[in-house]
């Protein structure tokens, strides 16, 4: 088994007296048994190891690291003998995986919050249908992502009763849409980039406007000329559109399996909402509605429910390749 940060470990019954039982004189294990056990036992270790060409191979665990960093991801790959199926559980929810083509390899990501609390976290895996499983630990690890300093319109920023009462109501509208139950995952591959514009608002960085602090940046800014096309990050279903305050022209993408991304200050919504698109399909064209100081597009993601760098899931995603 290949676990990087995990324990390993072969059970079995302890006699409860340091050792096995054995009788004074002819015991119940010789010292034939005992000069062949060690020989039986490596034999045993052999069969199940992966790539021995048995039935009984163990399924291998990967981590593309032992610790994440807050608002960032990590890929874990699972490889299991075809007919197996494996499930895993990472911060209390059950991860969502893709199998490849041959059905033996198996991804997911472990998704963490901006403002998750740094820490040692299990990671359990099964495979089904079992009894095999698996359980390590990953470390969350804290990370300043520094501070971005705005100057907006007054207008913008210290708003009037009904303009308040519209942004509480298209807050709950958005949360609901990001809190709705899993639906299968629909991804398959590398998520790719909505536009290739360069990062002009990073993620993550604690946000002063006008003076005054406000919530984190929890998505991505990147630059791009008006009316440049907006790609779809990977398959999915378009769960919103719809036209906000602060988001502008807006589009969210469920992905399936607990991944939903957001495209905001569009010119030009250019699919409808429940329309299934495909990766790299174009949903719209960039522009500078809602509060933006100028065309640009902020793309943001969540990884079961996870604030997390959209930067960091293409990373991550390629090394499924």
């Known amino acids: ?46 069969s199940w190891w992966p790539g021995s060409g048995t039935a009984f191979s163990l399924p291998s665990i990967h981590l593309s ?27 209390d929810q059950e991860l969502y995986l893709v199998q490849n083509d041959t059905k033996t390899r198996w991804f997911g990501f472990l998704g963490v919050d901006l403002k998750a609390k740094p820490g040692q976290y299990p990671l359990l895996v099964k495979v089904l249908p079992g009894p095999w499983e698996n ?29 308040l009462e519209r942004v509480r109501k298209e807050t709950e509208v958005m949360k609901e849409v990001l809190d709705a139950p899993p639906t299968p995952p629909a991804w398959r591959g590398p998520f790719c980039k909505p536009v290739n514009g360069e990062v002009i608002g ?7 406007i006008n003076g005054m602090p ?18 779809a990050m990977n398959n999915g279903k378009v769960v919103l559109v719809a036209d906000q305050f602060f988001s502008g022209r807006c589009v969210v993408i469920d992905h399936g399996g607990a991944i939903e991304s957001m495209y905001f200050h ?22 500078a509605t809602g509060r933006a100081e100028g065309p640009h597009l902020h793309l943001g993601v969540r990884v079961n429910g996870a604030r997390v760098d959209p930067l960091d899931l293409l990373n991550i995603s390629e090394q499924m390749e």
């Open 65 to 91: 690291s032992p610790e994440i960093y807050q608002g960032d991801l990590a890929l874990i790959k699972i490889e299991l003998k075809e007919g197996e199926r494996p499930r895993a559980w990472w911060m």
């Open 1 to 46: 088994v290949s676990n990087l940060g995990g324990e390993g470990r072969v059970r079995g019954r302890d006699t409860g007296n340091g050792g096995y039982d054995r009788k004074e004189g002819g015991g119940t294990i010789g010292s034939y048994t005992l000069k062949v056990l060690p020989i039986l036992i490596i034999m045993m270790v052999y």
């Open 135 to 163: 359980r390590m630990h990953v470390k969350v690890v804290e990370k300043d992502r520094g501070v971005r300093r705005l100057t907006l319109p007054k207008e913008m920023v210290e708003l009037d009763e009904p303009t």
């Open 202 to 208: 990073p993620f993550g960085k604690a946000s002063i």
């Open 266 to 287: 569009l010119e030009k919504v250019m699919v409808q909402e429940g329309a299934v698109v495909a990766k790299g399909q174009v949903i719209g064209l960039v522009g």
């Open 214 to 231: 406000r919530a984190p940046h929890s998505g991505v800014d990147l630059r791009a000329e008006e009316g440049t096309p907006v790609l």
